[in-house]
């Protein structure tokens, strides 16, 4: 089998769609009510960016928390023989607050189902909103992006790998099928 990849968004366009979001964020969502959780590994620097983005615009430092959602997801035991945890860190309250969850990819939902399961044993927010940077559609949950950097189509035999410079020191989301 060989493997093949193609670049679908480079670094200016990576920070041209989140930079789209945050304003779309201060267009849609009261600032002064918004908690940002970035859901562990790559969504987490989604978040921080997200954060900065919003800084810039509205001038308000939005709490940011990272969720790890390893053992609420209804398929660990399956995907993963050791787990590797790294901890969730929400150091603030979400009770009444908008939470907006952060990922890189929208996928299947399970993980966005995991993570709200996660958000409600810390308090019960006022709302929940999604942010990914690419949606790349085949939902097994009826879970839905509120905010998106990019739509992706893809098949069921395609990955999207997102790279961001934080942990990979480069900052791309390619396509990659096997043939």
Do not use: C, W
């Amino acid at each position: 089998m060989t493997k093949k990849r193609k670049e679908l968004l480079d670094k200016s366009e990576i920070d041209r769609s989140l930079t789209r979001v945050a304003h779309e964020l201060t267009e849609r969502l009261s600032i002064d009510s918004l908690v940002l959780v970035g859901i562990r590994t790559r969504g987490e620097f989604i978040a921080m960016r997200l954060a900065k983005s919003l800084k810039k615009i509205s001038g308000v430092d939005v709490p940011t928390g990272f969720l790890d959602v390893t053992f609420y997801r209804d398929d660990f035991r399956e995907r993963l023989i050791q787990p590797q945890v790294k901890g969730t860190d929400i150091s603030f309250s979400l009770d009444g607050k908008i939470v907006l969850l952060a990922d890189d990819v929208l996928f299947t939902g399970r993980t966005i189902r995991a993570a709200m399961n996660e958000i409600m044993d810390f308090g019960r927010p006022a709302s929940v909103a999604l942010a990914v940077l690419v949606d790349r559609g085949h939902r097994e949950m009826p879970i839905k992006a509120d905010f998106v950097g990019k739509n992706i189509p893809t098949s069921n035999t395609e990955h999207v790998l997102v790279r961001l410079s934080e942990l990979d020191d480069e900052d791309a989301v390619y396509l990659v099928s096997y043939e």
